[in-house]
Protein backbone atom coordinates (compact mmCIF):
# COMPACT_ATOMS: atom_id res chain seq x y z
CA UNK A 1 0.00 0.00 0.00
CA UNK A 2 2.73 2.48 -0.04
CA UNK A 3 2.86 5.48 1.66
CA UNK A 4 -0.96 5.39 2.51
CA UNK A 5 -0.92 2.31 4.22
CA UNK A 6 -1.20 4.38 7.83
CA UNK A 7 -5.12 5.48 6.64
CA UNK A 8 -5.53 2.12 7.05
CA UNK A 9 -3.87 0.08 10.03
CA UNK A 10 -3.78 3.36 12.68
CA UNK A 11 -7.34 3.54 13.51
CA UNK A 12 -7.85 -0.23 13.82
CA UNK A 13 -5.39 -0.18 16.39
CA UNK A 14 -6.51 2.99 17.97
CA UNK A 15 -10.27 0.99 18.23
CA UNK A 16 -8.76 -1.93 20.13
CA UNK A 17 -7.05 -0.15 22.40
CA UNK A 18 -9.47 2.81 23.82
CA UNK A 19 -13.23 1.54 22.52
CA UNK A 20 -15.31 0.95 25.83
CA UNK A 21 -18.10 -1.22 25.94
CA UNK A 22 -20.98 0.57 27.74
CA UNK A 23 -23.37 -1.28 29.36
CA UNK A 24 -26.34 1.64 30.13
CA UNK A 25 -27.89 -0.74 32.56
CA UNK A 26 -25.14 -1.22 35.60
CA UNK A 27 -25.11 2.59 35.24
CA UNK A 28 -25.77 4.57 38.51
CA UNK A 29 -26.60 8.48 39.26
CA UNK A 30 -23.42 10.82 39.81
CA UNK A 31 -23.01 10.88 43.65
CA UNK A 32 -20.18 13.69 45.81
CA UNK A 33 -17.21 11.86 46.58
CA UNK A 34 -16.74 10.68 49.70
CA UNK A 35 -15.56 13.17 52.16
CA UNK A 36 -13.82 11.73 55.73
CA UNK A 37 -16.27 13.58 58.80
CA UNK A 38 -13.79 15.03 61.99
CA UNK A 39 -15.17 13.50 65.15
CA UNK A 40 -15.60 16.81 67.59
CA UNK A 41 -16.01 16.45 71.00
CA UNK A 42 -18.22 18.49 72.99
CA UNK A 43 -17.05 22.60 73.88
CA UNK A 44 -15.73 22.59 77.48
CA UNK A 45 -16.22 25.13 79.88
CA UNK A 46 -13.67 25.82 81.89
CA UNK A 47 -14.25 25.25 85.85
CA UNK A 48 -13.16 28.74 87.42
CA UNK A 49 -15.86 30.15 84.50
CA UNK A 50 -18.69 27.90 85.90
CA UNK A 51 -17.90 28.09 89.33
CA UNK A 52 -18.31 31.90 88.81
CA UNK A 53 -21.62 31.85 87.10
CA UNK A 54 -22.80 29.52 90.16
CA UNK A 55 -21.57 31.74 92.54
CA UNK A 56 -22.96 34.88 90.86
CA UNK A 57 -26.69 33.34 90.43
CA UNK A 58 -26.42 31.91 94.52
CA UNK A 59 -28.96 33.94 96.60
CA UNK A 60 -27.33 34.29 100.28
CA UNK A 61 -30.67 36.10 101.05
CA UNK A 62 -32.88 34.21 100.28
CA UNK A 63 -30.87 30.11 100.42
CA UNK A 64 -34.24 28.07 100.29
CA UNK A 65 -34.29 29.89 96.64
CA UNK A 66 -31.55 28.26 95.10
CA UNK A 67 -32.22 24.56 96.33
CA UNK A 68 -34.33 23.94 92.80
CA UNK A 69 -31.49 25.89 90.54
CA UNK A 70 -28.52 23.88 92.51
CA UNK A 71 -30.16 20.42 92.46
CA UNK A 72 -30.41 20.49 88.59
CA UNK A 73 -26.66 22.08 88.22
CA UNK A 74 -25.70 18.81 90.23
CA UNK A 75 -26.82 16.66 87.61
CA UNK A 76 -25.23 18.21 84.62
CA UNK A 77 -21.62 16.27 84.85
CA UNK A 78 -18.98 15.38 87.71
CA UNK A 79 -17.31 18.94 87.64
CA UNK A 80 -20.76 20.80 88.11
CA UNK A 81 -22.00 18.63 90.97
CA UNK A 82 -18.80 19.67 92.63
CA UNK A 83 -19.44 23.09 92.94
CA UNK A 84 -23.46 23.13 93.47
CA UNK A 85 -22.97 20.33 96.40
CA UNK A 86 -20.75 23.00 98.00
CA UNK A 87 -22.68 25.79 97.19
CA UNK A 88 -25.93 24.28 98.56
CA UNK A 89 -24.38 22.93 101.86
CA UNK A 90 -23.54 26.75 102.29
CA UNK A 91 -26.74 27.13 104.11
CA UNK A 92 -28.14 24.13 106.03
CA UNK A 93 -31.50 23.86 107.75
CA UNK A 94 -32.38 21.41 110.38
CA UNK A 95 -35.45 21.11 111.97
CA UNK A 96 -36.17 17.53 113.13
CA UNK A 97 -34.50 14.17 113.85
CA UNK A 98 -35.13 12.71 110.61
CA UNK A 99 -33.22 15.83 108.80
CA UNK A 100 -29.80 15.32 111.02
CA UNK A 101 -29.77 11.99 110.51
CA UNK A 102 -29.45 12.85 106.82
CA UNK A 103 -27.17 15.41 107.40
CA UNK A 104 -24.99 13.07 109.59
CA UNK A 105 -24.54 10.69 106.64
CA UNK A 106 -23.70 13.16 104.29
CA UNK A 107 -20.88 15.13 106.13
CA UNK A 108 -19.11 12.16 107.00
CA UNK A 109 -15.87 13.12 108.01
CA UNK A 110 -14.58 9.46 107.38
CA UNK A 111 -14.82 10.53 103.35
CA UNK A 112 -13.40 13.11 101.84
CA UNK A 113 -17.00 13.76 100.28
CA UNK A 114 -17.97 14.21 103.68
CA UNK A 115 -15.30 16.55 104.25
CA UNK A 116 -15.61 18.71 101.74
CA UNK A 117 -19.39 19.00 102.65
CA UNK A 118 -18.90 19.87 106.39
CA UNK A 119 -16.17 22.04 105.70
CA UNK A 120 -18.69 24.07 103.13
CA UNK A 121 -21.40 24.72 106.03
CA UNK A 122 -20.68 28.42 106.92
CA UNK A 123 -24.57 29.09 108.01
CA UNK A 124 -27.55 26.86 110.12
CA UNK A 125 -30.29 26.92 110.72
CA UNK A 126 -31.94 25.06 114.19
CA UNK A 127 -35.48 24.15 115.03
CA UNK A 128 -35.74 22.78 118.97
CA UNK A 129 -38.91 22.08 119.19
CA UNK A 130 -40.37 19.82 122.10
CA UNK A 131 -44.00 19.74 120.64
CA UNK A 132 -42.37 17.41 117.61
CA UNK A 133 -42.57 13.77 118.17
CA UNK A 134 -39.45 13.29 116.13
CA UNK A 135 -38.03 16.84 117.65
CA UNK A 136 -34.27 17.28 117.24
CA UNK A 137 -32.35 16.51 120.17
CA UNK A 138 -30.29 18.78 122.23
CA UNK A 139 -27.26 16.14 121.40
CA UNK A 140 -27.89 16.01 117.81
CA UNK A 141 -27.86 19.93 117.75
CA UNK A 142 -24.57 20.26 119.25
CA UNK A 143 -23.28 17.42 117.28
CA UNK A 144 -24.38 18.90 113.86
CA UNK A 145 -22.65 22.11 115.30
CA UNK A 146 -19.42 20.03 115.62
CA UNK A 147 -19.40 18.59 112.15
CA UNK A 148 -19.03 22.26 110.76
CA UNK A 149 -15.59 23.51 111.36
CA UNK A 150 -16.06 26.83 108.99
CA UNK A 151 -19.41 27.68 110.42
CA UNK A 152 -20.07 31.13 110.65
CA UNK A 153 -23.72 31.88 111.33
CA UNK A 154 -25.72 29.98 114.03
CA UNK A 155 -29.66 30.45 113.71
CA UNK A 156 -31.42 28.52 116.95
CA UNK A 157 -35.14 28.65 117.34
CA UNK A 158 -36.61 27.20 120.64
CA UNK A 159 -40.29 26.29 121.62
CA UNK A 160 -41.42 24.62 124.54
CA UNK A 161 -43.96 21.64 125.44
CA UNK A 162 -47.33 22.68 124.99
CA UNK A 163 -49.96 20.12 127.23
CA UNK A 164 -52.09 17.51 125.92
CA UNK A 165 -54.87 19.60 123.60
CA UNK A 166 -53.03 23.03 124.27
CA UNK A 167 -50.84 22.96 121.33
CA UNK A 168 -53.32 24.91 119.11
CA UNK A 169 -52.12 26.28 115.45
CA UNK A 170 -51.87 30.28 115.57
CA UNK A 171 -51.87 30.75 119.03
CA UNK A 172 -51.13 34.10 120.67
CA UNK A 173 -47.53 34.70 121.57
CA UNK A 174 -48.12 35.17 125.25
CA UNK A 175 -49.84 31.87 125.36
CA UNK A 176 -46.70 30.79 123.35
CA UNK A 177 -44.25 32.35 125.87
CA UNK A 178 -45.73 29.56 129.01
CA UNK A 179 -44.58 26.65 127.47
CA UNK A 180 -41.53 25.03 129.69
CA UNK A 181 -38.49 23.90 127.88
CA UNK A 182 -35.73 22.50 129.45
CA UNK A 183 -32.25 24.35 129.67
CA UNK A 184 -29.25 22.89 127.82
CA UNK A 185 -27.52 20.01 129.49
CA UNK A 186 -23.56 19.95 130.67
CA UNK A 187 -22.59 17.38 127.91
CA UNK A 188 -24.52 19.64 125.32
CA UNK A 189 -22.77 22.41 126.36
CA UNK A 190 -19.36 20.51 126.42
CA UNK A 191 -19.90 19.27 122.82
CA UNK A 192 -21.06 22.66 121.43
CA UNK A 193 -17.32 24.67 123.21
CA UNK A 194 -15.26 21.82 121.45
CA UNK A 195 -17.02 23.10 117.62
CA UNK A 196 -16.59 26.56 115.93
CA UNK A 197 -16.31 29.90 117.26
CA UNK A 198 -19.20 31.20 115.35
CA UNK A 199 -19.08 34.79 114.66
CA UNK A 200 -23.25 35.48 114.44
CA UNK A 201 -26.27 34.05 116.63
CA UNK A 202 -29.66 34.79 116.52
CA UNK A 203 -31.46 33.06 119.24
CA UNK A 204 -35.77 33.18 119.37
CA UNK A 205 -36.69 32.03 122.03
CA UNK A 206 -40.63 30.59 122.47
CA UNK A 207 -40.62 28.90 126.13
CA UNK A 208 -40.93 30.29 129.59
CA UNK A 209 -36.79 29.42 129.56
CA UNK A 210 -35.08 32.14 130.37
CA UNK A 211 -31.90 31.29 130.73
CA UNK A 212 -31.14 29.12 127.66
CA UNK A 213 -29.71 32.22 125.85
CA UNK A 214 -26.75 32.96 128.89
CA UNK A 215 -25.90 29.52 128.23
CA UNK A 216 -25.15 29.61 124.69
CA UNK A 217 -23.46 33.27 124.92
CA UNK A 218 -21.16 31.63 127.63
CA UNK A 219 -19.75 29.51 125.04
CA UNK A 220 -19.18 32.02 122.43
CA UNK A 221 -16.94 34.73 123.74
CA UNK A 222 -16.14 35.07 119.30
CA UNK A 223 -19.41 36.58 118.74
CA UNK A 224 -19.52 39.73 116.75
CA UNK A 225 -23.26 39.86 115.77
CA UNK A 226 -26.57 38.94 117.88
CA UNK A 227 -30.07 38.86 117.41
CA UNK A 228 -32.13 37.75 119.80
CA UNK A 229 -35.91 37.78 120.29
CA UNK A 230 -38.80 36.05 122.36
CA UNK A 231 -38.86 36.06 125.68
CA UNK A 232 -36.32 38.82 127.46
CA UNK A 233 -33.76 36.54 129.25
CA UNK A 234 -33.29 37.28 133.00
CA UNK A 235 -30.01 38.47 134.56
CA UNK A 236 -28.54 36.07 136.98
CA UNK A 237 -26.56 38.59 140.34
CA UNK A 238 -23.75 36.32 140.24
CA UNK A 239 -23.21 36.41 136.00
CA UNK A 240 -19.66 38.00 135.34
CA UNK A 241 -20.13 40.52 132.67
CA UNK A 242 -20.48 39.17 129.25
CA UNK A 243 -17.09 39.46 127.75
CA UNK A 244 -17.63 39.45 123.70
CA UNK A 245 -17.47 43.37 122.36
CA UNK A 246 -20.29 43.01 120.36
CA UNK A 247 -20.99 45.27 116.73
CA UNK A 248 -24.24 44.51 115.74
CA UNK A 249 -27.30 44.06 118.51
CA UNK A 250 -30.81 43.10 117.03
CA UNK A 251 -33.80 42.71 119.24
CA UNK A 252 -37.23 41.73 118.76
CA UNK A 253 -38.81 40.93 122.68
CA UNK A 254 -42.22 40.48 123.51
CA UNK A 255 -41.42 42.89 126.41
CA UNK A 256 -38.79 45.45 127.02
CA UNK A 257 -35.47 43.90 128.71
CA UNK A 258 -34.11 45.37 131.89
CA UNK A 259 -31.40 48.18 131.86
CA UNK A 260 -28.93 45.92 133.99
CA UNK A 261 -29.40 43.36 131.46
CA UNK A 262 -28.28 45.96 128.79
CA UNK A 263 -25.25 46.59 131.12
CA UNK A 264 -24.33 43.07 131.59
CA UNK A 265 -24.87 42.65 127.87
CA UNK A 266 -23.41 45.62 126.40
CA UNK A 267 -20.51 45.78 129.22
CA UNK A 268 -17.56 45.48 126.73
CA UNK A 269 -19.65 47.07 123.81
CA UNK A 270 -19.38 50.73 124.44
CA UNK A 271 -16.88 51.64 121.63
CA UNK A 272 -17.22 48.81 119.18
CA UNK A 273 -21.14 48.46 118.78
CA UNK A 274 -21.85 49.82 114.91
CA UNK A 275 -25.70 49.09 114.16
CA UNK A 276 -28.67 48.84 116.88
CA UNK A 277 -31.93 47.50 115.12
CA UNK A 278 -34.99 47.14 117.52
CA UNK A 279 -38.16 45.77 115.91
CA UNK A 280 -40.28 46.86 118.96
CA UNK A 281 -40.35 50.18 120.44
CA UNK A 282 -38.22 50.29 123.61
CA UNK A 283 -39.09 52.15 126.89
CA UNK A 284 -37.75 56.00 127.03
CA UNK A 285 -35.27 54.76 129.72
CA UNK A 286 -33.53 51.86 127.79
CA UNK A 287 -33.32 53.72 124.43
CA UNK A 288 -31.81 56.77 126.46
CA UNK A 289 -29.43 54.66 128.54
CA UNK A 290 -28.10 52.57 124.75
CA UNK A 291 -27.67 56.00 123.58
CA UNK A 292 -26.07 57.56 126.48
CA UNK A 293 -23.57 54.57 126.47
CA UNK A 294 -23.03 53.32 123.04
CA UNK A 295 -24.59 56.73 120.76
CA UNK A 296 -21.06 57.83 119.86
CA UNK A 297 -19.89 54.81 117.82
CA UNK A 298 -22.96 53.96 116.40
CA UNK A 299 -23.68 54.20 112.39
CA UNK A 300 -26.59 52.50 112.09
CA UNK A 301 -29.84 53.11 114.59
CA UNK A 302 -33.39 50.94 113.40
CA UNK A 303 -36.49 51.98 115.64
CA UNK A 304 -40.14 51.15 114.48
CA UNK A 305 -41.55 54.40 115.40
CA UNK A 306 -40.11 57.84 117.13
CA UNK A 307 -42.25 60.02 118.51
CA UNK A 308 -41.69 62.64 121.52
CA UNK A 309 -38.93 65.19 122.36
CA UNK A 310 -36.87 63.01 124.43
CA UNK A 311 -36.65 60.43 121.57
CA UNK A 312 -35.32 62.82 119.04
CA UNK A 313 -33.03 64.69 121.44
CA UNK A 314 -31.95 61.27 122.09
CA UNK A 315 -31.35 60.65 118.16
CA UNK A 316 -29.81 64.10 117.86
CA UNK A 317 -26.44 62.77 119.68
CA UNK A 318 -25.47 59.58 117.45
CA UNK A 319 -22.84 62.03 115.85
CA UNK A 320 -21.19 58.94 113.87
CA UNK A 321 -24.40 57.82 112.51
CA UNK A 322 -24.41 56.91 108.70
CA UNK A 323 -27.94 55.28 108.89
CA UNK A 324 -31.46 55.81 110.02
CA UNK A 325 -34.48 53.73 109.39
CA UNK A 326 -37.86 54.35 111.18
CA UNK A 327 -40.61 52.13 110.07
CA UNK A 328 -43.60 54.15 111.38
CA UNK A 329 -45.46 56.70 108.56
CA UNK A 330 -44.53 59.47 110.56
CA UNK A 331 -41.65 60.90 111.86
CA UNK A 332 -40.98 64.28 113.34
CA UNK A 333 -39.72 66.91 111.08
CA UNK A 334 -36.80 68.10 113.44
CA UNK A 335 -34.82 64.73 112.71
CA UNK A 336 -33.95 65.73 108.82
CA UNK A 337 -33.96 69.25 109.84
CA UNK A 338 -30.76 67.86 111.70
CA UNK A 339 -29.57 65.32 110.00
CA UNK A 340 -25.92 65.55 109.56
CA UNK A 341 -23.69 65.22 107.01
CA UNK A 342 -22.26 61.64 108.12
CA UNK A 343 -25.67 59.92 107.23
CA UNK A 344 -25.91 58.14 103.89
CA UNK A 345 -29.19 56.12 104.19
CA UNK A 346 -32.26 57.20 105.63
CA UNK A 347 -35.75 54.53 105.26
CA UNK A 348 -38.64 55.64 106.99
CA UNK A 349 -42.25 54.99 106.00
CA UNK A 350 -45.07 57.11 104.59
CA UNK A 351 -48.84 57.88 104.24
CA UNK A 352 -50.95 59.96 103.09
CA UNK A 353 -50.30 62.52 105.83
CA UNK A 354 -46.57 62.26 106.53
CA UNK A 355 -44.72 66.07 105.90
CA UNK A 356 -42.43 65.64 103.11
CA UNK A 357 -41.13 68.72 102.82
CA UNK A 358 -38.51 68.25 105.58
CA UNK A 359 -36.90 65.39 104.18
CA UNK A 360 -36.98 67.16 100.54
CA UNK A 361 -34.75 70.14 101.61
CA UNK A 362 -32.48 67.06 103.49
CA UNK A 363 -31.75 65.46 100.31
CA UNK A 364 -31.08 69.03 98.39
CA UNK A 365 -28.75 69.96 101.20
CA UNK A 366 -27.21 66.70 102.86
CA UNK A 367 -23.29 66.16 101.19
CA UNK A 368 -23.34 63.02 102.28
CA UNK A 369 -26.68 61.29 101.31
CA UNK A 370 -26.64 58.38 98.80
CA UNK A 371 -29.50 56.46 99.59
CA UNK A 372 -33.60 56.93 100.60
CA UNK A 373 -35.86 53.68 101.12
CA UNK A 374 -39.30 54.30 101.57
CA UNK A 375 -42.16 51.96 102.70
CA UNK A 376 -45.94 52.77 101.24
CA UNK A 377 -48.44 52.92 103.54
CA UNK A 378 -52.44 53.32 103.43
CA UNK A 379 -53.02 56.52 100.61
CA UNK A 380 -48.78 57.04 100.15
CA UNK A 381 -48.94 56.78 96.89
CA UNK A 382 -50.39 59.50 96.08
CA UNK A 383 -48.91 62.19 98.36
CA UNK A 384 -48.92 65.39 96.80
CA UNK A 385 -44.76 65.83 97.18
CA UNK A 386 -43.79 61.66 96.53
CA UNK A 387 -42.97 63.27 92.89
CA UNK A 388 -40.94 66.27 94.52
CA UNK A 389 -38.94 63.81 96.53
CA UNK A 390 -38.26 61.42 93.53
CA UNK A 391 -36.84 64.48 91.78
CA UNK A 392 -34.62 65.79 94.00
CA UNK A 393 -33.14 62.12 94.23
CA UNK A 394 -32.45 62.08 90.60
CA UNK A 395 -31.09 65.52 90.64
CA UNK A 396 -28.39 64.82 93.11
CA UNK A 397 -27.94 61.16 92.03
CA UNK A 398 -29.38 59.48 94.97
CA UNK A 399 -30.87 55.98 95.06
CA UNK A 400 -34.45 55.80 95.74
CA UNK A 401 -35.94 52.60 96.36
CA UNK A 402 -39.73 52.29 97.17
CA UNK A 403 -42.09 49.23 98.29
CA UNK A 404 -45.32 48.40 99.69
CA UNK A 405 -44.43 45.34 101.64
CA UNK A 406 -43.08 45.98 105.34
CA UNK A 407 -41.08 42.72 105.19
CA UNK A 408 -39.38 43.41 101.80
CA UNK A 409 -38.69 47.05 103.31
CA UNK A 410 -36.84 45.57 106.17
CA UNK A 411 -34.98 42.88 103.44
CA UNK A 412 -33.73 45.78 101.62
CA UNK A 413 -32.48 48.43 104.21
CA UNK A 414 -30.35 45.92 105.97
CA UNK A 415 -26.43 45.63 104.44
CA UNK A 416 -27.72 48.74 102.18
CA UNK A 417 -23.68 50.84 103.79
CA UNK A 418 -22.05 47.88 102.77
CA UNK A 419 -23.41 48.31 99.09
CA UNK A 420 -23.63 51.55 98.12
CA UNK A 421 -20.33 53.24 96.65
CA UNK A 422 -18.41 56.02 99.00
CA UNK A 423 -16.53 59.15 98.02
CA UNK A 424 -13.01 58.53 98.14
CA UNK A 425 -11.77 60.84 100.64
CA UNK A 426 -14.23 58.60 102.87
CA UNK A 427 -11.94 55.62 101.73
CA UNK A 428 -8.60 57.26 103.34
Known amino acids: ?4 SFLYQSPRASATETDPIVDLTTLY ?13 EPHIPIEIVMNILETAYDDDEPESNVKLFASC ?35 RSSPRGRMLGDSVMHMRLTLDHNQPYRLSQRSFARAVTFCPNLLELRIALFGEGGPGFDVVGSPDSERMKRPAPS ?24 DNSSSLCQLLDIWPTLKSLSISGV ?55 LEHLISEHGASLQSLALPSCGGHDAVAALQRCDA ?12 PVIFKSL ?55 RRGIELRITEDIRVFRVITRGVLDSIPRPLEALY
Open 1 to 4: MGFF
Open 29 to 41: PPRNPAVMRRITK
Open 74 to 108: ALVCRDWSFIAQKLLFRHVTLDNQTAYIAFQHAVD
Open 184 to 207: FDERTLALLRTGPSIQSLHFSNWS
Open 232 to 286: PPQLLNSAAPFPCPLEELRMNFQTAPSVDFMKWLLHNSTSSLRTLEMEREPPLDL
Open 321 to 332: LRELRIESAWAP
Open 340 to 394: SDSVEHIAFGIDADTPLQPLEKAIKRSEGLRAVTLHIWHGGHDHPQLNAVKVACA
